[in-house]
RNA sequence: GCCCGCUUAGCUCAGCUGGUAGAGCAACUGACUCUUAAUCAGUAGGUCUAGGGUUCGAAUCCCUGAGCGGGUACCA
C-alpha cells in the first residue's frame, strides 16, 4: 500500500539522518517567540548588512517548495505560519540533513528575519534541527480534511489541517476563560465536587453506572453537581460555580454527546430573576468579547446575543405562539394532534406535561434570538421553589436559542420538609421520569441545618461554544466526540460480542 | 430503536442504463538559488467498507452486517 511505502521511505530518512550524528527527535527548542509574535518583529525594509535581527522558531512543516539547492518551507504553530528559506550555500553543514525534510516534520530554525522578494515574512535559516520526524504523510494541504469519521476519531490531523476547526477550540477554550474571569470578579469560588456518586440527582437523565472494587460497590457517574454545590451554600460557600463534565446516559445526536461540560452558578441570596440578569450579561459581554459582536450565524439563522432577552411565561408563550389556551387541555391537544401527533399518545399526558409538549414540538423550535422561558409546572422539577403567588408553578427559566435549551435555571428549593416530601412524591414515580434513585436524605439533612435561599443556573458549555462558533452539531466543539470503537483489535471485540447477543 | 443517505489510491473526488478502475494533490526518481497550490520530465500506488447472492461478467443490481452522517423516537 502507498501508506507502508511511505512509511519505510520515511524510516529509510530516519536512518539516514542518525547516520548523519542527527537527533530525528531532539529536545527543547530555545525559541524567539511564538510564530505570530516573531512575525511582528520583521522589519519592513531589508536590513544593512550586519543589522538584521537573527531568531528562533519551532513548527511543523506544512508545505515544502523544493528548488534544488534552496528550500522554501511554511512553518506552523498555534498562532499562525512563517516561511522559512533554505539554501545550501549559507548552511552547507546541514544541508544533507535538510535533503531528508519532510512535510509534517517538526523544526526548529535559526535564521535572520526580513521579507522575501515578494513580500513574504521569511526566515532566512542559518541552521535548523529536527525535533520531530513524522512518519505519515499529513492531509493534502489543499484539499484539506473532510471526511468527519477521520476528523472526530484523529482529531490532531483536523487540527493540523482545517484552521477553521483549530479557530473553534481556541475560542472555546477563551470562551471558558472569560467565563472563569467574569465570575472570579463577582467573588464566586470555583470548586468540584464528586463525578463518583452513591446517589445521582439534580437533573432528569439515567446514569453511567461503575464499580468501586475496594468498596465493592456500585457507583454512578455525576447527571449533574447541583446538591453537592448546595450543600455549599449550606456551608456557607454563598457564591460558588463547576465547570465540569457531566454523564448522561442517553441517545447521541447533533445537541447531545454522553458526557458534556456544564457549568453550574449557585448565588445565596439571589433568586431567578437575579440569575436571568446574570445570564444574559455573561452570555452578550462573552460575544463582545470574543467575537467583537453580539451578531451570530448560526445554520440558517441570524442571531443577536445582545442583552436584554425578552422573558416570557409558558402560558404567555403557548398562547401567543400556539395560539391555545394554557389552561384548556383538550385544545392543547387539538393543537398537537394537527401538528401531527398521535392521538394515542397525546391521551396519557397530565396538564403539565401536555404544556410541556406544547412548548417542545411548537413553541421552541420558533424560539431563534435567546429568549428566558418562564414559569414551568413546580410538579416537573422537585428542586425547584415554587412561585409565591400561583404554587402550582416554579420560579424557574431555561433560555432557549435557535430551538435548543441552552440554560437552566431557578429559585432553589430551600425548605427542608417540602423537600423531603417532592423527593419521595418523585421516587415513587422514578420509573417513569428516572429523575433520581433513592431520597438524598443527606442533601435533606443539610438542607435542615439550613440553606440561604439562592439563584442556581447551568449553562451548557458546549453549546454555548457552539452558539458563539456557529457550529450545529455538538461533535464540532467537543474535542474528541463519544464514538463507537474502530480499531481493528476493537472491531473484532465488538463482533464477537454481536455474534454472542444472536 | 426506526427511516434515509454516504463509504472508490495517503487526501479530495470522478466512474452513465453491469463489460473488469480514473483525475488532481501527496509520494518516489531526475532538473532547478526568491518560491508560496512553485515549475518541468518521468515512476509507482487499489481486498472499490465486510460477507454472501444474481450474472458469462459486479465498484455498479439484490440480501445481511459495520462505521459515519442526517432525520425521527427517547431525553420534564
Same mark, same amino acid.
Given at each position: 500500500?502507498?501508506?507502508?511505502?511511505?512509511?519505510?521511505?520515511?524510516?529509510?530518512?530516519?536512518?539516514?539522518?542518525?547516520?548523519?550524528?542527527?537527533?530525528?527527535?531532539?529536545?527543547?527548542?530555545?525559541?524567539?517567540?511564538?510564530?505570530?509574535?516573531?512575525?511582528?518583529?520583521?522589519?519592513?525594509?531589508?536590513?544593512?548588512?550586519?543589522?538584521?535581527?537573527?531568531?528562533?522558531?519551532?513548527?511543523?512543516?506544512?508545505?515544502?517548495?523544493?528548488?534544488?539547492?534552496?528550500?522554501?518551507?511554511?512553518?506552523?504553530?498555534?498562532?499562525?505560519?512563517?516561511?522559512?528559506?533554505?539554501?545550501?550555500?549559507?548552511?552547507?553543514?546541514?544541508?544533507?540533513?535538510?535533503?531528508?525534510?519532510?512535510?509534517?516534520?517538526?523544526?526548529?530554525?535559526?535564521?535572520?528575519?526580513?521579507?522575501?522578494?515578494?513580500?513574504?515574512?521569511?526566515?532566512?535559516?542559518?541552521?535548523?534541527?529536527?525535533?520531530?520526524?513524522?512518519?505519515?504523510?499529513?492531509?493534502?494541504?489543499?484539499?484539506?480534511?473532510?471526511?468527519?469519521?477521520?476528523?472526530?476519531?484523529?482529531?490532531?490531523?483536523?487540527?493540523?489541517?482545517?484552521?477553521?476547526?483549530?479557530?473553534?477550540?481556541?475560542?472555546?477554550?477563551?470562551?471558558?476563560?472569560?467565563?472563569?474571569?467574569?465570575?472570579?470578579?463577582?467573588?464566586?469560588?470555583?470548586?468540584?465536587?464528586?463525578?463518583?456518586?452513591?446517589?445521582?440527582?439534580?437533573?432528569?437523565?439515567?446514569?453511567?453506572?461503575?464499580?468501586?472494587?475496594?468498596?465493592?460497590?456500585d457507583l454512578f457517574m455525576r447527571i449533574s453537581p447541583e446538591t453537592y454545590l448546595k450543600r455549599l451554600l449550606v456551608g456557607g460557600l454563598d457564591r460558588v460555580?463547576?465547570?465540569?463534565?457531566?454523564?448522561?446516559?442517553?441517545?447521541?445526536?447533533?445537541?447531545?454527546?454522553?458526557?458534556?461540560?456544564?457549568?453550574?452558578?449557585?448565588?445565596?441570596?439571589?433568586?431567578?430573576?437575579?440569575?436571568?440578569?446574570?445570564?444574559?450579561?455573561?452570555?452578550?459581554?462573552?460575544?463582545?468579547?470574543?467575537?467583537?459582536?453580539?451578531?451570530?450565524?448560526?445554520?440558517?439563522?441570524?442571531?443577536?446575543?445582545?442583552?436584554?432577552?425578552?422573558?416570557?411565561?409558558?402560558?404567555?408563550?403557548?398562547?401567543?405562539?400556539?395560539?391555545?389556551?394554557?389552561?384548556?387541555?383538550?385544545?392543547?391537544?387539538?393543537?398537537?394532534?394537527?401538528?401531527?401527533?398521535?392521538?394515542?399518545?397525546?391521551?396519557?399526558?397530565?396538564?403539565?406535561?401536555?404544556?410541556?409538549?406544547?412548548?417542545?414540538?411548537?413553541?421552541?423550535?420558533?424560539?431563534?434570538?435567546?429568549?428566558?422561558?418562564?414559569?414551568?409546572?413546580?410538579? !416537573?422539577?422537585?428542586?425547584?421553589?415554587?412561585?409565591? %403567588?400561583?404554587? &402550582?408553578?416554579?420560579? *424557574? #427559566? @431555561?433560555?432557549? =436559542? /435557535?430551538?435548543?435549551? !441552552?440554560?437552566?435555571?431557578?429559585?432553589?428549593?430551600? %425548605?427542608?420538609? &417540602?423537600?423531603?416530601? *417532592? #423527593? @419521595?412524591?418523585? =421516587? /415513587?414515580?422514578?420509573?417513569?421520569?428516572?429523575?433520581?434513585?433513592?431520597?438524598?436524605?443527606?442533601?435533606?439533612?443539610?438542607?435542615?441545618?439550613?440553606?440561604?435561599? /439562592?439563584?442556581?443556573?447551568?449553562?451548557?458549555?458546549?453549546?454555548?461554544?457552539?452558539?458563539?462558533?456557529?457550529?450545529?452539531s455538538i461533535r464540532e466543539v467537543i474535542l474528541f466526540p463519544t464514538l463507537k470503537p474502530r480499531t481493528p483489535e476493537e472491531l473484532a471485540e465488538a463482533m464477537?460480542?454481536?455474534?454472542?447477543?444472536?
Amino acid at each position: 500500500m502507498a501508506k507502508d511505502k511511505i512509511r519505510n521511505d520515511r524510516l529509510g530518512k530516519l536512518a539516514a539522518l542518525k547516520q548523519l550524528n542527527a537527533d530525528p527527535y531532539g529536545s527543547r527548542a530555545l525559541i524567539t517567540g511564538m510564530v505570530e509574535d516573531v512575525r511582528a518583529l520583521c522589519p519592513e525594509e531589508t536590513p544593512e548588512e550586519g543589522r538584521a535581527s537573527v531568531v528562533t522558531v519551532a513548527g511543523r512543516v506544512v508545505a515544502l517548495r523544493d528548488m534544488g539547492k534552496s528550500k522554501w518551507l511554511d512553518l506552523l504553530d498555534r498562532t499562525g505560519k512563517i516561511q522559512v528559506n533554505l539554501i545550501q550555500k549559507r548552511s552547507v553543514d546541514i544541508w544533507e540533513q535538510a535533503k531528508h525534510l519532510d512535510v509534517g516534520d517538526f523544526l526548529e530554525v535559526t535564521g535572520i528575519l526580513q521579507k522575501s522578494k515578494t513580500g513574504e515574512v521569511t526566515i532566512f535559516g542559518n541552521s535548523f534541527r529536527f525535533l520531530s520526524k513524522s512518519l505519515e504523510s499529513l492531509p493534502a494541504k489543499w484539499t484539506g480534511l473532510r471526511d468527519v469519521e477521520i476528523r472526530y476519531r484523529r482529531r490532531y490531523l483536523d487540527l493540523i489541517a482545517n484552521e477553521d476547526s483549530r479557530k473553534t477550540f481556541i475560542t472555546r477554550s477563551r470562551i471558558i476563560s472569560f467565563i472563569r474571569a467574569f465570575l472570579d470578579r463577582e467573588k464566586f469560588l470555583e470548586v468540584e465536587t464528586p463525578m463518583l456518586q452513591a446517589i445521582y440527582g439534580g437533573a432528569a437523565a439515567r446514569p453511567f453506572v461503575t464499580h468501586h472494587n475496594a468498596l465493592d460497590i456500585d457507583l454512578f457517574m455525576r447527571i449533574s453537581p447541583e446538591t453537592y454545590l448546595k450543600r455549599l451554600l449550606v456551608g456557607g460557600l454563598d457564591r460558588v460555580y463547576e465547570i465540569n463534565r457531566n454523564f448522561r446516559n442517553e441517545g447521541i445526536d447533533t445537541s447531545h454527546n454522553p458526557e458534556f461540560t456544564m457549568i453550574e452558578i449557585y448565588q445565596a441570596y439571589a433568586d431567578y430573576e437575579v440569575m436571568m440578569d446574570l445570564t444574559e450579561t455573561l452570555v452578550s459581554s462573552a460575544a463582545r468579547e470574543i467575537l467583537d459582536t453580539t451578531k451570530i450565524t448560526f445554520g440558517e439563522h441570524k442571531i443577536d446575543v445582545a442583552a436584554p432577552w425578552p422573558r416570557k411565561s409558558i402560558h404567555e408563550l403557548v398562547r401567543e405562539v400556539a395560539g391555545v389556551n394554557p389552561e384548556d387541555d383538550e385544545a392543547m391537544k387539538a393543537k398537537l394532534a394537527s401538528a401531527g401527533f398521535a392521538k394515542e399518545k397525546l391521551s396519557g399526558l397530565d396538564h403539565d406535561h401536555l404544556l410541556g409538549k406544547v412548548m417542545d414540538e411548537i413553541v421552541e423550535p420558533t424560539l431563534i434570538n435567546p429568549t428566558f422561558v418562564t414559569h414551568h409546572p413546580a410538579s !416537573l422539577n422537585p428542586l425547584c421553589k415554587r412561585n409565591r %403567588d400561583k404554587p &402550582e408553578l416554579s420560579d *424557574r #427559566f @431555561e433560555v432557549i =436559542v /435557535a430551538g435548543m435549551e !441552552l440554560a437552566n435555571a431557578f429559585s432553589e428549593l430551600n %425548605d427542608p420538609l &417540602e423537600q423531603r416530601a *417532592r #423527593f @419521595e412524591a418523585q =421516587v /415513587a414515580r422514578a420509573d417513569e421520569e428516572g429523575y433520581c434513585n433513592a431520597v438524598d436524605e443527606d442533601y435533606v439533612s443539610a438542607l435542615e441545618v439550613g440553606m440561604p435561599p /439562592a439563584g442556581g443556573l447551568g449553562i451548557g458549555i458546549d453549546r454555548l461554544v457552539m452558539l458563539l462558533t456557529g457550529n450545529p452539531s455538538i461533535r464540532e466543539v467537543i474535542l474528541f466526540p463519544t464514538l463507537k470503537p474502530r480499531t481493528p483489535e476493537e472491531l473484532a471485540e465488538a463482533m464477537a460480542e454481536t455474534e454472542e447477543e444472536e
